[in-house]
């Protein structure tokens, strides 16, 4: 499976936990959990390395897949991991607010697509 596709299957499995019965109960809790780790110095560190491991697995998942006939660099990954996460976060929760039920799976396939640029990934 090249980049592009596992970028889609991503998004799609991003999309479908916004149809969960729980993924209202689920945003808060995040939300709850972000907001307490702004006031406590020692939760931030903690939270910061949970989003930075979540980072890293969806960087391997994209590592060396190929995409316009070269492989993506770890670097390259990286990139575009932290783009992806950040509209995924973004989309959801706003699917879950009620503010983009229009947002099908394919919505979020196209615009997780959309990033994988030049200027997102970055030179090799």
């Known amino acids: 499976m090249g980049l592009v596709e596992a970028v889609e299957v991503f998004a799609r499995h991003y999309r479908r936990l916004c149809d969960d ?3 209202l109960r689920h ?3 995040e ?3 972000q907001d307490l780790a702004l006031r406590d110095p020692e ?3 903690r939270l910061a390395a949970s989003v930075r491991a979540h980072e890293e697995r969806l960087t391997a998942l ?3 897949r190929v ?3 070269s492989a993506v660099t770890s670097r390259q990954a990286r ?3 932290t783009a992806l996460r950040a509209l995924m976060v973004g989309l959801s929760q706003g699917v879950t607010f009620g503010l983009a039920e229009a947002a ?3 919505y979020f396939a196209a615009t997780a697509r959309a990033l994988i640029t030049p200027d997102v990934l970055g030179p090799a």
Do not use: M, W
């Open 21 to 23: 019965p729980d993924a």
């Open 67 to 69: 995409h316009d006939g």
């Open 31 to 33: 939300i709850s959990l």
């Open 43 to 45: 939760l931030a560190p």
């Open 62 to 64: 994209l590592s060396g």
């Open 104 to 106: 099908t799976g394919d």
């Open 79 to 81: 990139r575009l991991a």
């Open 27 to 29: 945003l808060s809790f």
